[in-house]
Nanobody
Framework: QVQLVESGGGLVQAGGSLRLSCAAS????????MGWFRQAPGKEREFVAV????????YYADSVKGRFTISRDNAKNTVYLQMNSLKPEDTAVYYC???????????????????WGQGTQVTVSS
């Protein structure tokens, strides 16, 4: 069983930055992809970024590429999402998610992920 706990959300002005954290526990993560998703009111949950825990490869949604960076700290079992140049349209509840991988592909569908955190609110004011 994997437990994921997000933190770091808040209110920020457009153009500002926030760093989200996702603390993972419950098992080893050598074969896990860790992703970030977000869900705005009235919208479907959408993929933001993913990192392969053991090798550090990453993949981003086009809407955040160049502004957001996903990373992990193996010693702390924590995944981060550094968000820069934030826009009002980035406002959403951000979720950390995990999945066991078995091939070289990254998956962006939320149904592919087995483990979820409780979410953290990010609000970007204009």
């Amino acid at each position: 069983q994997v437990q994921l706990v997000e933190s770091g959300g808040g209110l920020v002005q457009a153009g500002g930055s926030l760093r989200l954290s996702c603390a993972a526990s419950g098992r080893t993560f050598s074969s896990v992809d860790m992703g970030w998703f977000r869900q705005a009111p009235g919208k479907e949950r959408e993929f933001v970024a993913v990192i392969r825990w053991n090798v550090g490869g990453t993949y981003y949604a086009d809407s955040v590429k160049g502004r957001f960076t996903i990373s992990r700290d193996n010693a702390k079992n924590t995944v981060y999402l550094q968000m820069n140049s934030l826009k009002p349209e980035d406002t959403a509840v951000y979720y950390c998610a995990g999945r066991d991988y078995s091939n070289r592909f990254f998956y962006t569908g939320s149904k592919e992920y087995n483990y979820w955190g409780q979410g953290t609110q990010v609000t970007v004011s204009s």
